[in-house]
């Protein structure tokens, strides 16, 4: 018997260079079966459709979507509500209400959670429904999959500053920490690797939430490195923490948490500052520079990856055709085959739900300060076809007259 009825789509977590593509995917699929009878968009995520906050994206004009979709950030906006059952009670209250049997949420962890418990209580209530998780975060977090939709892009980004950064620093040499997002995984952090051409390019040092991070060591670390080469370029991320498991930056600021009880790592300098303050004091280095990337590298203009574009879109189209040609349930995952391409699969939702996915041992080193050539070629074809290149002068140097 085939469904008929409305369309639901909604972006939750954090905005992405790519989110979009996924959104217009899902629409522009979706408008394709006779038994689709509207293809809604909800404002502001979750929060939208209890509010009934909808746009009618039947009637948006194809030019106006796919320009939306190379637009960066969420086009529906988004939401950082993390749905208990009572709020998911009233989620499907209004799918009923407007007699929406396909819903599909683009979004993290949290996100894929939210539809695994709206498709329960629309499975209790003997509701005919179809629920899909499109998956998206640049964290790159998400269980079984082999990477996720935004976090391409992102990486790009992070290579690309960092490039920056080392050109700089060679210049004018010193010490610079740059702190980059991930709270549990080191994936974003690690991309910083991919900006390294010669030898002695930074980032010297990369140091990620997987591993225990000890202030003694790094400190030794950083002294190695600037003993070699004058100049030392560090790559952290945001959730590093000790041995105990607490977050490095709590021993600055104390410890803020969050609406969802996350402790607070992003939003001020203070981890950078506070390692910096460190290599001041312990090393007596005195030209030290921290950055935070906080949001920048989530929806910055340009620097996009086409491969993430490419399949961002075909998740989006992907979980339309598993609701309607397959009539399932699920999340989106992406899996590697070849080198390189992908192929999609629709999971069961508890495999993903509410769960995250770790840098695997073989993209550490066994120093526990940096990546490994495994890491490189993992995320390589991610960033997207030519990646810009640094180049330095090789012409030999004049000999000495007056000062031998």
């Given at each position: ?34 038994q689709i009878t509207k293809v809604y968009g909800a404002v502001n995520g979750v929060n939208g459709i209890v509010n009934e906050n909808f746009l009618d994206l039947t009637q948006e004009t194809t030019h106006s979507l796919e320009e939306v979709a190379l637009t960066p950030s969420s086009g529906l906006l988004s939401t950082r509500d993390k749905p208990d059952e009572a709020y998911c009670s009233e989620i499907l209250k209004v799918f009923k209400a407007h007699d929406v049997r396909y819903f599909f949420y683009i979004g993290g962890n949290d996100s894929s959670d939210t539809v695994r418990i709206v498709n329960e209580h629309a499975k209790k209530s003997n509701y005919d429904f179809r629920a899909i998780h499109i998956p998206k975060t640049i964290d790159n ?264």
């Amino acid at each position: 018997m085939r469904l008929e009825g409305k369309v639901v789509i909604a972006q939750g977590g954090g905005p992405t260079a790519v989110i979009n593509q996924s959104l217009v995917g899902a629409v522009l699929e979706s408008r394709k079966y006779p038994q689709i009878t509207k293809v809604y968009g909800a404002v502001n995520g979750v929060n939208g459709i209890v509010n009934e906050n909808f746009l009618d994206l039947t009637q948006e004009t194809t030019h106006s979507l796919e320009e939306v979709a190379l637009t960066p950030s969420s086009g529906l906006l988004s939401t950082r509500d993390k749905p208990d059952e009572a709020y998911c009670s009233e989620i499907l209250k209004v799918f009923k209400a407007h007699d929406v049997r396909y819903f599909f949420y683009i979004g993290g962890n949290d996100s894929s959670d939210t539809v695994r418990i709206v498709n329960e209580h629309a499975k209790k209530s003997n509701y005919d429904f179809r629920a899909i998780h499109i998956p998206k975060t640049i964290d790159n977090d998400l269980m079984v999959n082999d990477h996720t939709p935004g976090y391409g892009s992102a990486a790009r980004f992070v290579a690309q500053a960092f490039m920056g950064i080392n050109l700089d620093n060679r210049a004018l040499p010193g010490v610079h920490i740059s702190v980059v997002m991930g709270r549990h995984a080191g994936f974003l952090t690690a991309a910083s690797a991919l900006a390294q051409k010669y030898a002695d390019d930074g980032p010297h040092l990369v140091y990620v939430p997987e591993r225990a991070f000890d202030v003694d060591k790094f400190l030794v670390d950083v002294k190695n490195v600037y003993d070699k080469y004058g100049r030392c370029i560090i790559a952290v991320s945001e959730g590093i923490q000790d041995a105990q498991g607490e977050p490095i930056v709590t021993k600055l600021v104390g410890r803020e948490e969050d609406a969802h009880g996350n402790v607070q790592l992003s939003g001020t300098g203070a981890l950078g500052d506070l390692l910096s303050q460190q290599i001041k004091d312990k090393l007596n280095i005195q030209r030290v520079r921290s950055d935070t990337f906080g949001y920048l590298q989530r929806s910055f203009m340009g620097c996009v990856s086409d491969v993430d574009q490419i399949e961002a879109r075909e998740v989006g189209e992907k979980a339309v055709q598993f609701a309607v040609w397959h009539d399932a349930d699920g999340s989106v995952t992406i899996h590697r085959t070849g080198n390189y391409a992908v192929d999609y699969r629709l999971t069961d939702l508890s495999e993903v739900a509410a769960k995250t996915k770790l840098m695997p041992d073989e993209f550490i080193n066994s120093e526990g300060n940096h990546v490994t050539e495994a890491f490189k070629n993992y995320a390589l074809p991610l960033v997207g076809t030519n990646l810009p290149s640094a180049s330095i002068l090789r012409a030999p140097g004049v000999p000495k007259i007056i000062n031998k």
